[in-house]
């Protein structure tokens, strides 16, 4: 039996992490794309300090080294501005769900300082169950991707401003319900736009849209190691028959610029920066 995927689009990855940042910046300016961006504090500076007006620093508290740091650190990173978006918190990753205690902290810090967080749920990469652990079991789980897990966390901390990346597909009905019920939450469509066939993908964007929710969607890339995928996604929704030209540009900027609360003189400078 063939086990290997074939894709209509292939695209290459970066040959190096120097050559990932330098094509990677290269691709956001060609398509005037302003990123938030998560990894080690250290590495997303590189990537700021290159392409201050582009990059918009993110961190994850869920992922393994950011187990170092304490909510002092936060508040540091916050104030020095190298902490602006909570991302990509992928408590999944590890076996767990979102509304676990050991985050409550973090849900709170976020509330208090006002940091907006980006939450992974829905599907991991293919065959990620099998493969994430190496030569151990791994940890993630499918089961554990359900956005209903933020329920009792926004009724909590009701002023917290999240995201759900990848709309927690393919729970687009659970997430319709979510967004319904919590009018603080929004959903991104990164890694959807350019990871799966295009007539799935538009059938799961339409729904949202057709529930009324074109205001709360926010376009992404999660481009990782392969920055031409920046490109496939931008086209993806370029192309979509059923979203007109204003449905279009606010899932491209406007619902990000209300997301993120970006000032006028911010949007100003992205105009002029353009």
């Not at 076996?95 to 409550?104: F, P």
């Not at 339409?206 to 376009?219: K, P, Q, S, V, Y």
Request: with cysteine; aromatic share 10%; proline share 6%.
């Amino acid at each position: 039996m063939d086990s290997v995927i074939r894709c209509d689009i292939q695209v290459p990855s970066s040959e190096s992490n120097e050559a990932l940042t330098t094509e990677t910046l290269e691709m956001l300016d060609k398509h005037n794309v302003y990123a938030v961006t998560f990894g080690t504090p250290e590495r997303v500076g590189e990537w700021h300090e290159k392409s201050p007006k582009r990059i918009i620093p993110a961190l994850s508290f869920t992922s393994e080294k950011s187990a170092r740091y304490t909510l002092s650190d936060y508040k540091k990173f916050h104030e020095a501005g190298k902490l602006q978006v909570f991302a990509e918190n992928g408590a999944q990753y590890h076996g767990k769900t979102l509304n676990d205690k050991a985050y409550d902290s973090i849900w709170s810090l976020a509330e208090q300082l006002d940091i907006p967080v980006g939450v992974h749920l829905g599907e991991g990469p293919p065959g990620g169950a099998h493969l994430l652990g190496g030569s151990s079991p791994s940890a993630y789980r499918v089961s554990l991707g359900s956005p209903f897990q933020l329920d009792e966390v926004l009724i909590k901390y009701p002023k917290l401003r999240v995201y759900v990346m990848h709309f927690a597909s393919p729970l687009v009905d659970e997430m319709i319900a979510m967004l319904y019920s919590h009018p603080q939450l929004y959903v991104d469509i990164s890694q959807n736009n350019w990871g799966f066939p295009r007539a799935h993908f538009y059938s799961q964007l339409e729904r949202l849209i057709n529930a009324g929710f074109e205001e709360r969607i926010m376009w992404g890339s999660d481009q990782m190691v392969w920055p031409e995928t920046i490109e496939v996604a931008i086209e993806t929704i370029q192309e979509a028959p059923f979203l007109d030209p204003s449905q279009k540009q606010k899932i491209f900027y406007t619902n990000a610029c209300k997301f993120l609360r970006l000032s006028n003189e911010e949007i100003q400078s992205h105009k002029d920066y353009n």
